[in-house]
């Protein structure tokens, strides 16, 4: 497991493709196995290995603010394990931004978890020295980048139901997500 920086906070990576990887995350944060992990991506041809379609508006949403600070969540392939999808049938994706988040991904050369470094509920680290101790014992490899911006994270929002639905509104804004919306 990596603790690795993104934009805003701090996030855990583990290997999206194993699900005793998956697992320790879950196990780790004390997060419900109902509530799904996102991934994070290296390029939009990893779309086609982890969803069923990418439906118009999420590709008006990929073409203007990928890289970024959004997760699109799509209906997930049936061979996407339960245990990211939470059960929902759905995964949360993103192509990060921050060039350590993104060489990470492309290192790996597949998907990676892409959730907060954090327990599950709790605020979102922005300085390893925030981190709490139940997590930073188990972390194999910290990749420091000081202090980050902090704040909410990626907006997310579900592009499985006929209009997009804001999900959790972070560092990009509804307003702005959904003027992109209305141009296209």
Same mark, same amino acid.
């Given at each position: 497991?990596?603790?690795?920086?993104?934009?805003?906070?701090?996030?855990?990576?583990?290997?999206?493709?194993?699900?005793?990887?998956?697992?320790?995350?879950?196990?780790?944060?004390?997060?419900?196995?109902?509530?799904?992990?996102?991934?994070?991506?290296?390029?939009?041809?990893?779309?086609?290995?982890?969803?069923?379609?990418?439906?118009?508006?999420?590709?008006?949403?990929?073409?203007?603010?990928?890289? =970024?600070?959004?997760?699109?969540?799509?209906?997930?392939?049936?061979?996407?394990?339960?245990?990211?999808? =939470?059960?929902?049938?759905?995964?949360?994706?993103?192509?990060?931004?921050?060039?350590?988040?993104?060489?990470?991904?492309?290192?790996?050369?597949?998907?990676?978890?892409?959730?907060?470094?954090?327990?599950?509920?709790?605020?979102?680290?922005?300085?390893?020295?925030?981190?709490?101790?139940?997590?930073?014992?188990?972390?194999?490899?910290?990749?420091?980048?000081?202090?980050?911006?902090? =704040?909410?994270?990626?907006?997310?929002?579900?592009?499985?139901?006929?209009?997009?639905?804001?999900?959790?509104?972070?560092?990009?804004?509804?307003?702005?997500?959904?003027?992109?919306?209305?141009?296209?």
């Amino acid at each position: 497991m990596v603790l690795f920086p993104t934009k805003c906070l701090y996030g855990l990576g583990a290997d999206a493709f194993n699900p005793e990887a998956v697992d320790r995350i879950f196990r780790i944060k004390q997060r419900p196995y109902n509530k799904p992990i996102s991934v994070l991506i290296k390029d939009t041809n990893d779309l086609h290995i982890l969803v069923k379609h990418i439906p118009s508006t999420a590709k008006c949403i990929i073409d203007y603010f990928w890289p =970024g600070q959004i997760t699109i969540v799509f209906e997930a392939k049936n061979t996407v394990s339960r245990n990211l999808t =939470g059960g929902t049938g759905k995964i949360g994706i993103r192509l990060p931004e921050h060039p350590v988040a993104l060489s990470l991904v492309k290192k790996v050369n597949s998907p990676i978890t892409g959730t907060s470094a954090n327990i599950s509920g709790q605020a979102g680290c922005s300085a390893i020295s925030d981190l709490d101790v139940q997590i930073a014992d188990k972390i194999d490899i910290m990749l420091d980048a000081g202090s980050l911006k902090g =704040g909410t994270g990626s907006t997310v929002i579900d592009v499985t139901t006929s209009f997009p639905t804001i999900l959790r509104e972070g560092c990009v804004s509804a307003k702005n997500i959904f003027s992109v919306l209305e141009k296209k």
